[in-house]
């Protein structure tokens, strides 16, 4: 299996996270999938986001929840660009997906979107919530699914198991060789995150892992050239 590299909310190294700009130009980079998050606005507009609230990302204040969807299109966030809605970055790139959701809401919102443009083969769902992962599979047949953790024990991978989900995308500062071979064990893809160093490379290729979520499109450049 190739390695692959998945553009961390676009190139958010380099450019706004979570904006189209910052898609388009993961896509340039050549990255083999395009990570982004899914939050619910007050009217149900699945808006591309990671913070709960606007303040870190853009010139507005408090959450996005409380907000419709054409208040939040008045925002900047970043260099000029709007905050986007799902839909639309899925007319301005090809690339595959890795749709981030953060609770059940969401993944009901997400579910009827990836049914009427039949997605399954081009977003993966992922969340660090195994409910969410395992409302997504119930309404989306054939979907693939990923559970993100970051301060986790071993136990991650039952959880995995346990949600249906065929990978886990692990902060690699916690990762240990013992997780890496119970998740080859439960057949699990391994993803780390996030790789911005070639330390970091080297570590991901050393374990074996099979993909890499960075920052910076070089990634893609050296990666395969670092074991």
């Not at 390695?3 to 910052?22: A, C, D, K, Q």
């Not at 136990?155 to 995995?160: F, H, P, S």
Request: glycine share 8%; aromatic share 4%.
């Amino acid at each position: 299996m190739n390695f692959l590299t998945i553009g961390h909310r676009g190139v958010m190294g380099v450019e706004p996270e979570n904006t189209l700009r910052s898609f388009v130009a993961a896509q340039e980079a050549g990255l083999d999938v395009i990570e982004l998050d899914l939050h619910l606005s007050k009217d149900g507009a699945l808006v591309v986001m990671h913070d709960t609230d606007l303040d870190r990302t853009t010139d507005g204040t408090g959450p996005i929840a409380d907000r419709t969807i054409a208040e939040l299109r008045a925002l900047d966030a970043g260099r000029g660009e709007r905050i986007p809605v799902l839909e639309e970055v899925l007319d301005a790139v090809h690339a595959p997906l890795q749709a981030e959701i953060k609770d059940v809401q969401a993944a009901r919102a997400l579910a009827e979107v990836m049914n009427r443009r039949n997605l399954v083969g081009r977003i993966e769902v992922s969340s660090f919530h195994d409910d969410a992962i395992t409302e997504i599979a119930r309404l989306v047949p054939g979907v693939r699914t990923a559970l993100v953790a970051s301060r986790y024990h071993p136990d991650v991978v039952e959880r995995a198991v346990g949600a249906g989900a065929s990978t886990v995308c692990l902060n690699i500062r916690r990762l240990t060789l013992e997780i890496v071979e119970q998740a080859r064990k439960a057949d699990l893809r391994i993803i780390g995150w996030v790789v911005n160093t070639q330390d970091h490379l080297r570590l991901v290729r050393a374990l074996g892992l099979d993909g890499a979520t960075t920052d910076y499109p070089e990634i893609k450049r050296t990666g395969r050239f670092t074991a």
